[in-house]
């Protein structure tokens, strides 16, 4: 357990939840990491694993000391032994899930999204994103460099689809059988000194996992007691379904003289990396996993909100035209910051849903007999169509034109329910309580 000294230092949960396995227990449960070289050998991790224990000694600072004498300094769950951030023992966490089908634009989406909360978050907020492990969250820095921070400008770039197995996944023996674990991306949401609320930093400051698994995790069958990789849905406070348009015949039909996008073009075969599995597919066996994890009767709505990201909005604009993609934020009064626009935010959410409910009815449908609140963003993390490699027939973005519009405003939204003390605090007067969806305001 921890030590009097560091639990006087330190304001630590009651329970924690393992951002692998979804196991929560108690502070004191924890086990820690070994930090001397010969304790290597770990009975759930493999032999190149430092050894997990449970201590009995403690340093004056209260960290763990590790049969050999040396200070440990990182714990682990005592279900999976994975690495637990420390943080997650002291701040209250927010899982969120995003899914979609294959070749959705899915980590295009991720990476321009966190790149530009990364900038709006301070600017606009007062409020710091940082990664909690830079390690955890090296593929989306990968990403980011390539597209925003890339010294070549006019070569186009690809990003590499989420695998199902790989760096993103961890496999722990469980005893009888071993099972493969998602990593999640995590981040540490903290108001600057600017924010309103920076006294109460302790307790509006958030943890947030969120997880990103392949297309293809979420094939009817691919859930099973040896890959829970999607069973991080029922735990979730939000849920991000990913539309892709240009995978849509009906889409396409409708884009026909309205779209110089290459993926919008009529053919009569699909696009590489793209699948037979419907996207309607893909959505009701997500909403089945969470009701059969969650414990949700069919005919139960689910109470935590769901997010349909159109994707690809530079694609199909011309479809609604009226539509501005100017940042839907507004100034407060006697401050420097911003607020989100809500009334706009809900106008174009309910004119993207009649689109939708006109081209592809069935997702509507399977979205509104699931959900309390739905909400439906267009997103471009672009801001440009593709273009064709003549040599290879492959598709790539120039980073010289990567202009990517409202990706940032699924997760602030989400965050204005769950983190309201965070985004809510400069919403034109009364704060959110956490975990009310404003489905008036929305």
Same mark, same amino acid.
């Given at each position: 357990?921890?030590?009097?000294?560091?639990?006087?230092?330190?304001?630590?949960?009651?329970?924690?939840?393992?951002?692998?396995?979804?196991?929560?227990?108690? /502070?004191?449960?924890?086990?820690?990491?070994?930090?001397?070289?010969?304790?290597?050998?770990?009975?759930?991790?493999?032999?190149?694993?430092?050894?997990?224990?449970?201590?009995?000694?403690?340093?004056?600072?209260?960290?763990?000391?590790?049969?050999?004498?040396?200070?440990?300094?990182?714990?682990?769950?005592?279900?999976c032994h994975l690495h637990v951030p420390r943080s997650m023992y002291q701040v209250p966490s927010l899982f969120f899930s995003i899914f979609g089908a294959p070749a959705c634009g899915k980590s295009y989406f991720l990476t321009s999204m966190s790149w530009k909360l990364r900038q709006t978050l301070p600017k606009r907020f007062a409020v710091s994103l940082s990664d909690v492990d830079a390690a955890t969250n090296s593929r989306i820095h990968e990403y980011e460099e390539l597209q925003f921070m890339n010294p070549d400008l006019d070569t186009p770039v690809a990003l590499a689809k989420t695998e199902e197995q790989g760096d993103m996944y961890d496999t722990v023996d469980m005893g009888d059988h071993s099972v493969s674990l998602p990593r999640p991306f995590m981040f540490n949401l903290q108001p600057l000194s600017s924010h309103p609320r920076y006294?109460?930093?302790?307790?509006?400051?958030?943890?947030?996992?969120?997880?990103?698994?392949?297309?293809?995790?979420?094939?009817?069958?691919?859930?099973?007691?040896?890959?829970?990789?999607?069973?991080?849905?029922?735990?979730?406070?939000?849920?991000?379904?990913?539309?892709?348009?240009?995978?849509?015949?009906?889409?396409?039909?409708?884009?026909?003289?309205?779209?110089?996008?290459?993926?919008?073009?009529?053919?009569?075969?699909?696009?590489?990396?793209?699948?037979?599995?419907?996207?309607?597919?893909?959505?009701?066996?997500?909403?089945?996993?969470?009701?059969?994890?969650?414990?949700?009767?069919?005919?139960?709505?689910?109470?935590?909100?769901?997010?349909?990201?159109?994707?690809?909005?530079?694609?199909?604009?011309?479809? =609604?035209?009226?539509?501005?993609?100017?940042?839907?934020?507004?100034?407060?009064?006697?401050?420097?910051?911003?607020?989100?626009?809500?009334?706009?935010?809900?106008?174009?959410?309910?004119?993207?849903?009649?689109?939708?409910?006109?081209?592809?009815?069935?997702?509507?449908?399977?979205?509104?007999?699931?959900?309390?609140?739905?909400?439906?963003? /267009?997103?471009?993390?672009?801001?440009?169509?593709?273009?064709?490699?003549?040599?290879?027939?492959?598709?790539?973005?120039? /980073?010289?034109?990567?202009?990517?519009?409202?990706?940032?405003?699924?997760?602030?939204?989400?965050?204005?329910?769950?983190?309201?003390?965070?985004?809510?605090?400069?919403?034109?007067?009364?704060?959110?309580?956490?975990?009310?969806?404003?489905?008036?305001? =929305?």
């Amino acid at each position: 357990m921890l030590s009097t000294a560091k639990s006087q230092s330190l304001t630590l949960l009651n329970k924690v939840t393992c951002p692998h396995c979804w196991h929560a227990y108690a /502070p004191e449960e924890s086990l820690w990491i070994s930090e001397h070289p010969d304790l290597l050998g770990d009975a759930k991790l493999g032999f190149q694993h430092a050894k997990r224990f449970l201590p009995s000694r403690f340093s004056p600072q209260g960290d763990a000391i590790d049969e050999l004498g040396q200070y440990a300094t990182r714990m682990a769950c005592p279900r999976c032994h994975l690495h637990v951030p420390r943080s997650m023992y002291q701040v209250p966490s927010l899982f969120f899930s995003i899914f979609g089908a294959p070749a959705c634009g899915k980590s295009y989406f991720l990476t321009s999204m966190s790149w530009k909360l990364r900038q709006t978050l301070p600017k606009r907020f007062a409020v710091s994103l940082s990664d909690v492990d830079a390690a955890t969250n090296s593929r989306i820095h990968e990403y980011e460099e390539l597209q925003f921070m890339n010294p070549d400008l006019d070569t186009p770039v690809a990003l590499a689809k989420t695998e199902e197995q790989g760096d993103m996944y961890d496999t722990v023996d469980m005893g009888d059988h071993s099972v493969s674990l998602p990593r999640p991306f995590m981040f540490n949401l903290q108001p600057l000194s600017s924010h309103p609320r920076y006294s109460r930093n302790r307790e509006i400051s958030k943890l947030v996992c969120l997880y990103d698994n392949a297309g293809e995790s979420f094939f009817p069958g691919a859930d099973k007691t040896v890959n829970p990789v999607t069973r991080h849905l029922a735990c979730s406070k939000c849920l991000f379904f990913c539309f892709d348009p240009t995978q849509d015949t009906r889409f396409r039909r409708a884009c026909e003289g309205k779209s110089d996008d290459p993926q919008m073009a009529s053919r009569t075969s699909r696009m590489a990396r793209e699948t037979t599995v419907r996207q309607d597919t893909i959505l009701l066996e997500a909403i089945q996993r969470v009701r059969r994890h969650a414990g949700l009767r069919d005919d139960e709505l689910h109470q935590r909100p769901l997010v349909i990201i159109v994707t690809k909005w530079d694609a199909w604009k011309n479809l =609604l035209p009226d539509i501005s993609n100017e940042e839907p934020y507004l100034p407060v009064e006697g401050s420097k910051l911003c607020r989100l626009d809500s009334a706009r935010i809900k106008n174009v959410s309910d004119k993207v849903g009649e689109l939708m409910a006109e081209i592809c009815p069935e997702i509507v449908a399977a979205a509104e007999g699931f959900s309390t609140s739905l909400t439906f963003i /267009p997103v471009s993390a672009s801001g440009t169509s593709p273009t064709v490699d003549p040599a290879t027939g492959a598709l790539g973005i120039r /980073p010289r034109d990567l202009q990517p519009y409202w990706v940032e405003i699924p997760m602030l939204l989400a965050l204005r329910n769950w983190a309201s003390g965070l985004i809510g605090a400069t919403d034109g007067g009364a704060l959110l309580e956490d975990g009310r969806w404003m489905v008036e305001k =929305l």
